[in-house]
């Protein structure tokens, strides 16, 4: 069954920072993986989808790579901001059962 | 503007009373689905549709019910709630069941049940 995990759980840097976080799936035979940005008591936005068969998307600031041999994912945010605060999801589609997701990074950006 | 619609955003009841949830999406999608997210068990995945008439278990769904009759509209039945099902449930759709499109998310439903 696949098993969707994040480091760190926490992170919190000053503004300005490039930081990197890291998203690890234990079975690879996925569709697609997508990261997400959860603000408190709101839903879920998506940030960049990869398809299994990229390496990585770019988007802004954002950069997300794949690496599907080895199970990983990093979601890389450039030049950090306050409002970059939130927690970050990553989920993995796979082959027969659906979407999983990782636990979340949650992120505080210092002004 | 295209978006998933949940109502209500926030519902207290008692064990037993049955209760829907609803969703909407305006974007012709597809694909639909129901997540609940708790604290240390992230988010769970409880039903899906890849179209109209066709609904699949996730991970947990004993004691939801799902339909899905009109290409938009999914709503989450609980028919005999309990305390255990307390949490925040998640509403999501996408293009196709391929998935090779972004989920959306609706904002959310807080569901207590004492």
């Known amino acids: 069954k696949q098993e969707v995990t994040q480091i760190p759980a926490a992170l919190s840097v000053p503004e300005g920072e490039n930081l990197v976080l890291n998203c690890s799936f234990t079975?690879?035979?996925?569709?697609?993986l997508q990261w997400f940005r959860q603000d408190p008591g709101k839903g879920l936005t998506s940030l960049l989808l990869i398809q299994s068969s990229q390496r990585e998307q770019t988007s802004g600031r954002l950069n997300a790579s794949l690496d599907k041999s080895s199970g990983r994912s990093t979601l890389y945010i450039a030049a950090s901001q306050p409002g970059d605060s939130a927690t970050y999801l990553c989920a993995v589609y796979t082959y027969g059962q659906n979407f999983v997701f990782g636990p979340g990074t949650r992120l505080s950006v210092l002004p | 503007e295209a978006q998933v619609t949940q109502n209500p955003r926030y519902l207290i009841t008692v064990t037993g009373k049955k209760l829907t949830v609803t969703c909407s999406q305006n974007m012709n999608h597809e694909y639909m689905s129901w997540y609940r997210q708790d604290p240390g068990l992230g988010l769970r995945q409880i039903y899906y549709s890849m179209n109209v008439e066709v609904t699949d278990k996730g991970d947990v769904p004993e004691g939801y019910k799902v339909s899905r009759k009109e290409k938009r509209n999914f709503p989450l039945i609980l028919e005999s709630p309990s305390p255990n099902q307390t949490s925040l449930y998640f509403c999501?759709?996408?293009?196709?069941?391929?998935?090779?499109?972004?989920?959306?998310f609706g904002n959310g439903t807080r569901l207590t049940v004492t």
């Open positions: 999501a759709s996408s293009v196709t069941g391929t998935v090779i499109s972004p989920l959306h």
């Open positions: 079975d690879s035979a996925i569709y697609n």
